[in-house]
């Protein structure tokens, strides 16, 4: 069903918005798959990517993101909207030999796409197989343009380690720390920790999840300004972004 999908076109990429809740300004979105079901209706990527992840669909599924999010971003520029966006790359993507080059071809198929506009999203599991190997293909894309964003940072089996040696540019706050950080003191402190480890680095760093007003005046006040969530705004198709983009108002509490 999943390949068949693929073929009749039933996959797209909505995007959720990324913000700067200081400034009250969109700085960029993350590319998010939707599987239009003809009989289900819109589906989450909970509901089928797990069956795709280690599979021979994996590097097929993972090229289609990243050629249609090119397109979108093709398609951003020519309506005087170019920001940066996050595409996320599975752990067997990214160790495939010779994805940087790859890569760099996929950008020579739309010239109009500059590298600092593309954001590749990994989780802190794609580096745990070869870190040095992950280093290197890193290394690679961040030459030729791209920045790198650590997903899920302190959610698994995460490593000092990987702050001193991968190369990276932003840090994402797990949402489950962010929902427990109002009531749960070990949360708290864990944010806390990756703002600061962030800092200490040199590395932006993005909250996920933030689903209230006060989450989001807390974040900014432990030195946290960017964020994604539903309170900003739930995953949209790429129309309703735009028209989003335009006419989003910031909490005032936030820019306080």
Request: hydrophobic share 45%; net charge negative; proline share 5%.
């Amino acid at each position: 069903h999943l390949r068949n999908a693929l073929q009749d076109a039933q996959f797209t990429l909505y995007l959720q918005p990324k913000v700067d809740m200081r400034s009250g300004t969109v700085v960029g979105a993350e590319a998010l798959v939707r599987w239009l079901h003809p009989e289900r209706g819109v589906l989450t990527p909970g509901e089928f990517l797990p069956m795709i992840e280690g599979t021979e669909l994996d590097i097929v599924f993972g090229q289609w993101v990243v050629e249609t999010a090119l397109l979108q971003l093709e398609w951003l520029q020519a309506h005087g909207m170019p920001m940066p966006l996050s595409i996320n790359i599975s752990a067997q993507h990214l160790q495939q030999d010779g994805f940087a080059h790859w890569l760099e071809q996929c950008m020579a198929r739309h010239p109009t796409v500059p590298g600092h506009l593309v954001e590749i999203e990994i989780t802190e599991s794609a580096a745990l197989y070869d870190l040095q190997a992950v280093t290197h293909t890193l290394q690679a894309l961040r030459a030729l343009g791209f920045s790198i964003s650590l997903d899920d940072f302190g959610t698994g089996y995460s490593s000092l380690t990987y702050l001193r040696r991968l190369p990276m540019d932003t840090l994402k706050i797990d949402q489950s720390f962010v929902h427990g950080m109002m009531d749960d003191a070990g949360d708290l402190a864990i944010v806390q920790g990756v703002i600061g480890l962030a800092r200490s680095f040199g590395y932006r760093v993005i909250a996920e999840g933030v689903e209230t007003v006060d989450q989001g005046q807390m974040l900014t006040q432990m030195g946290c300004h960017l964020a994604q969530g539903y309170h900003i705004a739930r995953p949209m198709p790429l129309g309703e972004f735009v028209a989003w983009s335009r006419h989003w108002q910031c909490p005032p509490e936030w820019k306080r």
